[in-house]
């Protein structure tokens, strides 16, 4: 038996795939630098919603509005990609943990200078 379920597998192999396409199909030239984070995959393997990074933050609300755009198109492309019965409906959202990890190291760094002047 396979270590992990399947929809484990569609989801790394969906995170892998949507990001080659999105970098080397989708010709949109206001996208910016973005990372497919990560996906998450429903069990039906109905639905995935797939989570992206954008670098610049003034941009993040127009390039989700791309991709949102683009969704037809890149399920179109997974189709031919991929060996599937049904190619999931791709819903995209931002990946806030980046950002909640830096905050987090920003708020360890404060205690540590608390600490070191409080000594």
Known sequence: MLPYKRSQRVRDLLRE??????????????IGFLTVTGVDVTDDLKIAVVYVSILK?????????ILHAAKSFIRSELSKRLKMKFIPSIDFRLD??????????????????KDEHSS
Do not use: H, M
């Open 17 to 30: 795939e949507i990001a080659d396409i999105i970098c080397f199909k989708v010709k949109d030239p206001r």
């Open 57 to 65: 933050e003034e941009e993040k609300q127009s390039t989700l509005d």
């Open 96 to 113: 806030a943990s980046i950002e909640y990890g830096n905050r987090i190291e920003q708020l360890l760094g404060e205690i540590r200078k």
